[in-house]
């Protein structure tokens, strides 16, 4: 547990902290303010990788897994190197290059827990890190400018602080075992995948898979534009302390945390992946309502930022591996969590960069408050719609493999 949530903490450490600079500049790119052509940079970067991480991880071989992730962690801080130190025109390059390895880093961290009785608890653990991360580590990229150090040299400053522990992770990640008999009975055994297994998977679960990716695009499309422009909208708001990002972050983690525990303690995984699937309905509709009361004045800002977030990571923590693993255990499939995982990611960002380019060449003037409800409610209605496609879909699944089941 220590070992996939301190890696994937400080894979955060590498990918985040350069949000917390505003990067002012009169000048832009092709009509794009320098923070928003940065961040697509990066977003791009990680687009592509969760793109070619759809073969890759999911065909990874085990024995490579810890060079994977140490070689991976060298391109990227090699990608914030330049940043700090290249003229302003290949700025946005050096960022594209620290994000390109990041994107496959969660698919393989992952890949180590999967298929054993631990795996949701850990899981869910190492999901809340992505929430921890990422308000931690936008803090502590704050400290260092109010320390001083010039924005562009900020991010390599905090990467390089925490080399040592993602290794030190790393290797604690090493001594994970693997599944044990009973295990694989009950879980199914976790296999790479070549290109016939995949299209196999895609071809028996096609309409939930399109149903829980355009959800899960909506979710990533949300959650990424959340964590790269909470700055601007904590100041829209008037909040602005800087430890705004840890206050509202940690009781969120804390409460998914919980949610997720509950649900992963189900033994029977059909009844465990129909909770999910509750889950996603309920947390859709109470968006739906935080979003109104705040629009109505009833809600605090504070408590619409942490309820909204709230809702919102209670479904795509899940959908980030957890989900996908209690469908490998219901249906028995021959595959592995990082084949699902990848897919919905390289769609989910793929929408993150086409949404940000939308907004920043076409709709720049627009306010982030009342951006970001017309977004949310976007992401709970059709969170409702394509959670009750997939929950109709599977079950009509299920219903006929225990058909079939009893006339064996």
Excluded at 96 to 119: A, C, K, M, Q, R
Excluded at 260 to 281: D, E, H, T, V
Aim: charged share 15%; glycine share 8%; net charge positive.
């Amino acid at each position: 547990m220590a070992g996939s949530f301190g890696a994937y903490f400080c894979m955060y450490a590498f990918r985040k902290p350069f949000v917390a600079g505003s990067y002012e500049s009169a000048d832009a790119f092709f009509g794009l303010d320098y923070k928003t052509t940065f961040i697509i940079a990066q977003v791009l970067g990680y687009t592509l990788s969760k793109f070619w991480g759809i073969r890759f991880v999911s065909g990874l071989e085990q024995k490579r897994r810890n060079i994977t992730l140490l070689v991976l962690i060298g391109i990227a801080l090699l990608g914030l190197l330049g940043f700090g130190f290249m003229p302003i025109e290949f700025k946005p390059l050096a960022i594209f290059v620290n994000g390109l390895p990041l994107g496959l880093i969660w698919g393989i961290v992952f890949s180590y827990l999967e298929g054993h009785h631990y795996t949701e608890f850990v899981g869910a653990f190492l999901s809340v890190s992505i929430i921890v991360a990422s308000g931690i580590l936008k803090s502590v990229g704050m400290h260092f400018l109010n320390q001083g150090v010039e924005e562009f040299w900020m991010p390599f400053c905090v990467g390089l602080l925490f080399i040592l522990p993602f290794i030190f992770f790393v290797n604690l990640l090493e001594k994970v075992d693997p599944p044990s008999a009973d295990e694989i009975q009950d879980k199914s055994l976790r296999i790479k995948m070549n290109k016939q297994d995949r299209a196999s998977v895609l071809n028996a679960f096609l309409t939930p898979i399109l149903a829980m990716i355009c959800f899960y695009v909506l979710l990533t499309v949300v959650r990424d534009l959340r964590d790269n422009y909470m700055i601007e909208v904590a100041q829209e708001l008037n909040l602005t302390s800087a430890a705004i990002f840890t206050t509202t972050e940690i009781p969120i983690a804390i409460i998914t945390m919980i949610v997720m525990f509950s649900i992963g303690s189900i033994k029977k995984n059909r009844l465990a992946l129909n909770n999910y699937l509750s889950l996603f309905l309920i947390s859709m509709v109470l968006l739906l309502v935080c979003n109104f009361l705040f629009k109505f004045g009833i809600l605090s800002s504070y408590w619409w930022i942490v309820g909204t977030g709230l809702f919102l990571f209670s479904s795509y923590l899940p959908l980030n591996g957890i989900f996908f693993e209690r469908i490998i255990a219901t249906f028995k499939i021959s595959g592995n969590i990082g084949f699902f995982v990848m897919i919905a990611d390289a769609f989910g960002y793929f929408g993150s960069v086409s949404l940000m380019l939308t907004k920043g060449l076409m709709f720049s003037n627009i306010l982030w408050v009342p951006f970001f409800q017309k977004i949310f409610t976007l992401l709970a209605i059709g969170g409702i719609l394509f959670t009750a496609t997939t929950w109709i879909t599977l079950s009509r699944k299920q219903n006929k493999i225990l058909s079939d089941e009893k006339h064996l």
